[in-house]
């Protein structure tokens, strides 16, 4: 029997789609891994869950590793079909508190962030909240005022592709829920950071944004 070159080629063909597929096989595992161990360990690192999830499932190759929004859609997705009644009550009782919170920071333009807002979060997540403010130890005596105990930190925030600045933060625990306060500067108000989940202009929301969610 001859083989000729399109033999060949047919057969690389065949071997690129079943690469192709185990991929994509592959890259949904550690999705669905990645959103299960965010969902259940309150983790809101996505790098750090793609790590994880990598090392349970045994793969090396990042390229076969999910982009954040796939494990962020993953994770929305298995709250509501295991969870959906408790899944909604955790996020009311989430932006309540943040909504206590803003309002205790009012004078410092609050904005809710993250997965509070967007709704991924779990019952285990953080609160985290941008206040704007040109002496960042304003915020400490506001807490220290409320006899709220906190610890000074910081919070590495992305603009542009490669540009990282680091702010001061503050955490803390109210009620159940664990909660980060980042001061920016006054003008930061103008420019949001990019989301760690799309690299799109994160998404921030006023006490009367959120007033609006807990209403609904």
């Known amino acids: 029997m001859t083989i000729t070159a399109t033999d060949f080629f047919d057969v690389e063909i065949v071997m690129a789609r079943r690469a192709h597929t185990r991929n994509e096989q592959l890259r949904y595992a550690v999705t669905q891994e990645a959103a299960r161990i965010m969902a259940e360990q309150g983790i809101q690192d996505f790098l750090l869950a793609k790590r994880k999830a990598a090392e349970r499932i045994g793969i090396t190759d990042a390229a076969v590793l999910p982009k954040n929004s796939e494990i962020e859609n993953a994770l929305i997705a298995r709250q ?87 702010y001061p933060s503050f955490k803390f625990i109210a009620g159940d829920h664990a909660i980060e306060v980042v001061a920016l500067p006054v003008d930061g108000i103008r420019q949001s950071p990019l989301s760690p989940v799309d690299g799109k202009p994160m998404q921030r929301a006023t006490i009367a944004d959120v007033e609006s969610l807990v209403q609904a």
């Open 80 to 166: 509501r079909l295991f969870h959906s009644h408790h899944h909604d009550d955790a996020i009311l009782q989430l932006r309540r508190s943040a909504l206590r919170l803003m309002r205790l920071l009012q004078e410092f333009q609050p904005r809710l962030v993250g997965s509070v807002l967007t709704g991924s979060a779990s019952a285990h997540s953080e609160i985290n909240v941008h206040v704007f403010v040109d002496h960042a130890e304003r915020i400490s005596v506001t807490l220290d005022e409320r006899g709220i105990t906190h610890q000074h930190a910081e919070k590495k925030l992305r603009y542009e592709s490669d540009r990282y600045v680091s």
